[in-house]
């Protein structure tokens, strides 16, 4: 089946450690998103890539950090430095010629205790 | 970026028809209407897109007015599993800086 996968749907870390999230897609997109969503919450964008080497900070990128090593993958690592980090992690992607057309991911909720 | 304003909260009865308003007053001419639903906990999931067409598909019909201020989601025969909250989007940027801006959007309850 094609789709979206993050992993893992549960997440828990102590303050002060780094995590990753992972998400997969085996949509051939071009592009793929990060979202932040906090409880009654709209979601708010972390990062995008839209090719494969290259990316984008969206509104909320301080704190966080991401790669795109390949097309398929596109991880977001969670720093310390990332003051509230607990919060509902939605990962999407699109292709090229329809970018606002997304498709997303199951979610990773994230909790630092 | 055209904003976009919803109700907070519907409520409908399961078999009835679901209409979900928008209002995006200050869209412009080349921003889409992209609609959205996020069942609890779950992804969001896409739904249905115009310009100024009404279109339909196999989940939903988008009514949009002649001025392109407002437009309405159609659910025709409501069940229980679109109990959701659903947002509607204006597409905003161009080029490489598209992004979609999301608001709050209205719960929707569908009821037995």
């Known amino acids: 089946d094609g789709g979206i996968t993050q992993s893992p749907k549960y997440l828990f870390r102590k303050e002060g450690q780094n995590v990753t999230l992972s998400c997969e897609q085996n949509l051939n997109h071009d592009a793929m998103y990060w979202y932040r969503q906090d409880p009654g919450q709209g979601l708010r964008l972390i990062y995008y890539?839209?090719?494969?080497?290259?990316?984008q900070k969206g509104d909320i990128a301080e704190g966080y950090s991401v790669s795109r090593e390949k097309k398929e993958s596109f991880p977001l690592t969670v720093t310390s430095a990332q003051k509230n980090p607990t919060a509902f992690y939605l990962c999407?992607?699109?292709?090229?010629?329809?970018?606002?057309?997304?498709?997303f991911g199951p979610g990773t909720r994230l909790t630092v205790l | 970026d055209a904003k976009t304003t919803q109700p907070p909260s519907m409520d409908c009865a399961e078999g009835r028809a679901a209409n979900l308003p928008c209002n995006h007053s200050?869209?412009?001419?080349?921003?889409?209407v992209y609609w959205y639903r996020q069942i609890h906990s779950q992804g969001p999931q896409y739904i249905i897109h115009?310009?100024?067409?009404?279109e339909t598909n196999e989940m939903a019909s988008l009514i949009i007015t002649e001025d392109r201020k407002s437009s309405t989601l159609i659910l025709p025969h409501a069940t229980l599993r679109d109990t959701a909250v659903y947002y509607c989007i204006a597409s905003a940027g161009a080029g490489n800086n598209r992004k979609l801006i999301w608001g709050l959007g209205t719960s929707l309850a569908v009821n037995p």
């Open positions: 999407a992607s699109s292709n090229a010629e329809t970018f606002d057309t997304q498709y």
């Open positions: 115009g310009l100024k067409n009404n």
């Open positions: 890539s839209q090719i494969v080497n290259d990316f």
């Open positions: 200050t869209i412009s001419g080349n921003e889409y």
